[in-house]
């Protein structure tokens, strides 16, 4: 079982990246996979998370209306489209996938797989 995130990078207020969590393993149909970041000294945050199975999406109060998530079953790779970045949003962004869900649409993070994380840097 394999996720693998890449994308990150630096990006000054206001600009866009976008992010990829390629999959590899497991039934990609099957699970619910989620973005989640981590800022030095605060608590892993759920960013946005989708049913691979039915398209259903979630966001974060912080990122809705900004963060755009979706995937390609055939490339079994789920995308984070990060327009309109803010300084807040620094941090390492992981990707998770699990079968069973914690909230909403999001993996439980407890079992789930997890990649290895990409930085992601906003500068004021």
């Known amino acids: 079982v394999q996720l693998v995130e890449s994308g990150g990078g630096l990006a000054q207020a206001g600009e866009s990246l976008r992010l990829s969590c390629e999959a590899s393993?497991?039934?990609?149909?099957?699970?619910?996979i989620g973005w989640f970041r981590q800022a030095p000294g605060k608590e892993r945050e759920g960013v946005s998370c989708?049913?691979?199975?039915?398209?259903?999406?979630y966001y974060g109060d912080t990122v809705k209306g900004r963060f755009t998530i979706s995937s390609d079953a055939a490339k079994k790779t789920v995308y984070l489209e990060m327009n309109a970045l803010k300084p807040e949003d620094t941090g390492v962004y992981y990707c998770a996938a699990d079968t069973a869900l914690d909230y909403s649409v999001c993996p439980r993070s407890d079992r789930a797989y997890w990649g290895q994380g990409t930085q992601v840097t906003v500068s004021s």
């Open positions: 989708i049913s691979s199975n039915d398209g259903a999406t």
């Open positions: 393993g497991f039934t990609f149909d099957d699970h619910f």
